[in-house]
């Protein structure tokens, strides 16, 4: 019986172990784990890894995701996401992964997931596959206004969300603060807001607080 390789990323460590419980109950399933993007870059590039499945922060980190899509391109992903957030699964399915899981998925569901992948196909979450195309049968008219950005500027929109300034922006995405500055007179322009204020109440009303 062919063993698969699978290899657990994530930053928050309940999360992790649980998707390391229920993914190594299959007997041809051999999981390993890492905690930092370092040593996921690592494992990737030192080892045979066949399918990747992120959860905890990793699961929104687009940084990281790019990093290993331009790298590693032929290994399947499967984002475990412990939020319910249409946008975010759109987003990742749009840079590549494979297949997506909502906090409401349940445990078979993961493994009927990476059964999917490991076939070559897809998976999205019944949930939200259904909540997706509800949204999309509304139309465009009911975007909300951060759905108008790049996903470099809501990265930066999220950020300005938390309270965080332009400099610690440019340190944390590793980018310049003429290039924050941009990326924030852009998001101002495109959600018709007027300041930093008006950035922190609408990311907390709408739950997009980095």
Same mark, same amino acid.
């Given at each position: 019986?062919? @063993?698969? /390789?699978?290899?657990i990323a994530?930053? &928050?460590?309940?999360?992790?172990?649980?998707? !390391?419980?229920?993914?190594?109950?299959?007997?041809?399933l051999?999981?390993?784990?890492?905690s930092?993007?370092? #040593?996921?870059?690592?494992?990737?590039?030192?080892?045979?890894?066949?399918?990747?499945?992120?959860?905890?922060?990793?699961?929104? #980190?687009?940084?990281?995701?790019?990093?290993i899509?331009?790298?590693?391109?032929?290994?399947?992903? !499967?984002?475990?996401?412990?939020?319910?957030? #249409?946008?975010?699964?759109?987003?990742?399915?749009?840079?590549g992964?494979?297949?997506?899981? #909502?906090?409401?998925?349940?445990?078979?569901?993961?493994?009927?997931?990476?059964?999917?992948?490991?076939?070559?196909?897809?998976?999205?979450?019944?949930?939200?596959? @259904?909540?997706?195309?509800?949204?999309?049968?509304?139309?465009?008219?009911?975007? /909300?206004? &951060?759905?108008?950005?790049?996903?470099?500027?809501l990265?930066?929109?999220?950020?300005?969300?938390?309270?965080?300034?332009?400099?610690?922006?440019?340190?944390?995405?590793?980018?310049?603060?003429?290039?924050?500055?941009? &990326?924030?007179?852009?998001?101002?322009? /495109?959600?018709?807001?007027?300041?930093?204020a008006?950035?922190?109440?609408?990311?907390?009303?709408?739950?997009?607080?980095?």
């Amino acid at each position: 019986m062919a @063993v698969l /390789k699978v290899l657990i990323a994530g930053d &928050h460590p309940i999360i992790r172990r649980g998707l !390391l419980l229920i993914i190594s109950q299959a007997t041809d399933l051999k999981t390993e784990e890492v905690s930092s993007a370092d #040593d996921l870059l690592n494992r990737l590039r030192n080892d045979a890894v066949e399918l990747l499945v992120m959860g905890g922060s990793f699961a929104r #980190d687009g940084g990281i995701l790019r990093r290993i899509k331009a790298e590693f391109a032929l290994v399947p992903i !499967l984002i475990f996401d412990g939020q319910n957030d #249409d946008l975010a699964a759109v987003r990742a399915l749009r840079a590549g992964v494979s297949g997506y899981l #909502d906090p409401l998925s349940s445990p078979e569901e993961l493994l009927e997931a990476i059964r999917r992948l490991q076939g070559g196909g897809t998976y999205l979450s019944r949930d939200t596959a @259904v909540s997706i195309a509800a949204g999309l049968a509304r139309g465009d008219k009911a975007r /909300k206004l &951060h759905e108008r950005l790049s996903p470099r500027e809501l990265e930066v929109f999220r950020l300005l969300g938390a309270g965080k300034s332009v400099g610690e922006i440019a340190r944390k995405l590793k980018i310049s603060v003429k290039t924050v500055s941009t &990326h924030r007179a852009r998001s101002l322009e /495109k959600t018709g807001m007027r300041n930093n204020a008006d950035i922190i109440r609408y990311t907390i009303l709408n739950k997009l607080t980095a």
